[in-house]
C-alpha cells in the first residue's frame, strides 16, 4: 500500500492536513491526485500559532505545499482488508487455486519491493498493534 | 547483498518497512512510528506515531496515530533500537508540562539564530538567510 494509494483510499474520511507554513485543515477528503493536490469539504482552518480559525465549505490545496497529513488509525486495516477480499474474489473467480506456500503476491498486482511488506505478515521487530 | 540493492530510495528503505522508525521534519518534530509504506519521493506512512519534544534530560510523548508524511519535509529517518531505547537516561513527563519549556527554547533558538544572521549580515558581509533559515 504505497503512500498515494492510502491517501486515494482515505476519500471521504475526515483527515487533518498540516501545510508547511505550520496552517492546518480539517476536514473531510472529497478528492485527490498523484501530485498530492486534495479537495477537502466542511473545513476548519486554523493558523499556524493556532489562534485564528475559518469554517469552509470547500477547499483545494496544492500539493507541494503539504508538509503532512493525519488519517484515521483504522485507515490501514480497511484498506488491507479491502485488498483481502478483492484476492479473495480474484482467485475464486480464476477457478480455485489451492493456495500454497509459493503463491504468495500472485494474486495481487506486485509494487514496489516496499509495498508487499506492509502486507499479510505485520509485525516484525516494530511494535504494531501486537499482531 | 548489500552491494546489489542501488543506492536509491527504496533500496535504502526496504529494511525499514515495519520497523519503530524516528521521523525528524524539517521543522524540527521528531515522531516515533512503526513505517508501513513509503515511495521514491521518501513520502511516508507511519503506524501508531508519537511525536516527543525533548528539554534538558526530560521528554515527553502525544500520541498522534496514523501519519502520512510528504517526503519533501523529511530530514532524517532512524531505525529505533528496541532492545537499547528503554536504556535512554531520559525522565518521561506529561506533555503539558514540558511543552511551556519546549515552546520557551523554541523561541530562544529562533532568537539566538535572528542575532547571528543580524551580526553576519551587518559586520562580516554576509547576505542576509533566505527565508525559512531554518538550517536545512
Same mark, same amino acid.
Not at chain 2, 53 to 58: E, G, S
Given at each position: ?58 477547499c483545494y490545496i496544492r500539493g507541494s505545499t503539504i508538509k503532512y497529513l493525519r488519517v484515521p488509525d483504522t485507515l490501514l ?7 483481502? $477480499?478483492? !484476492?479473495?474474489?480474484? !482467485? ?10 509459493g503463491n504468495r503476491g500472485r494474486g495481487m498486482p506486485q509494487r514496489g519491493r516496499g509495498a508487499m511488506r506492509g502486507g ?6 516494530? $511494535?504494531?498493534?501486537?499482531? | ?25 524539517r521543522d524540527g518534530r521528531k515522531l516515533q512510528g512503526v513505517l508501513r509504506s513509503y515511495d521514491q519521493f521518501a513520502n ?25 508524511? $510528504? ?19 531520559? !525522565? ?45
Amino acid at each position: 500500500m504505497l503512500p498515494l494509494s492510502l491517501l486515494n483510499a482515505a476519500q471521504n474520511k475526515p483527515m487533518l492536513v498540516e501545510l508547511k507554513n505550520g496552517e492546518t485543515f480539517n476536514g473531510h477528503l472529497v478528492n485527490c491526485d498523484n501530485f498530492m493536490n486534495i479537495t477537502l469539504r466542511e473545513v476548519y482552518q486554523t493558523s499556524a500559532d493556532g489562534d485564528k480559525f475559518w469554517k469552509l465549505k470547500e477547499c483545494y490545496i496544492r500539493g507541494s505545499t503539504i508538509k503532512y497529513l493525519r488519517v484515521p488509525d483504522t485507515l490501514l486495516d480497511a484498506v488491507k482488508e479491502e485488498q483481502t $477480499r478483492a !484476492r479473495e474474489a480474484g !482467485r475464486s473467480a480464476r477457478g480455485a487455486h489451492v493456495s500454497g506456500a509459493g503463491n504468495r503476491g500472485r494474486g495481487m498486482p506486485q509494487r514496489g519491493r516496499g509495498a508487499m511488506r506492509g502486507g499479510p505478515i505485520r509485525g516484525g521487530r516494530g $511494535r504494531g498493534r501486537g499482531m | 547483498m548489500d552491494s546489489l540493492i542501488p543506492f536509491t530510495t527504496s533500496g535504502s528503505l526496504v529494511d525499514c518497512v515495519d520497523r519503530k522508525m524516528l521521523v525528524v521534519l524539517r521543522d524540527g518534530r521528531k515522531l516515533q512510528g512503526v513505517l508501513r509504506s513509503y515511495d521514491q519521493f521518501a513520502n511516508l506512512v507511519l503506524e501508531d506515531t508519537v511525536e516527543r519534544i525533548y528539554y534538558r534530560d526530560f521528554f515527553a510523548e502525544a500520541w498522534k496515530g496514523l501519519f502520512l508524511i $510528504r517526503g519533501e519535509n523529511v530530514v532524517l529517518l532512524g531505525e529505533v533500537d528496541l532492545d537499547k531505547e528503554d536504556d535512554v537516561p531520559l !525522565r518521561q513527563v506529561p506533555w503539558e508540562e514540558l511543552l511551556p519549556y519546549h515552546r520557551q527554547e523554541i523561541a530562544a533558538k529562533k532568537k539566538r539564530e535572528e542575532v547571528k544572521a543580524q551580526v553576519l549580515f551587518e559586520q562580516k558581509g554576509f547576505c542576509k538567510e533566505g527565508g525559512e533559515g531554518d538550517g536545512y
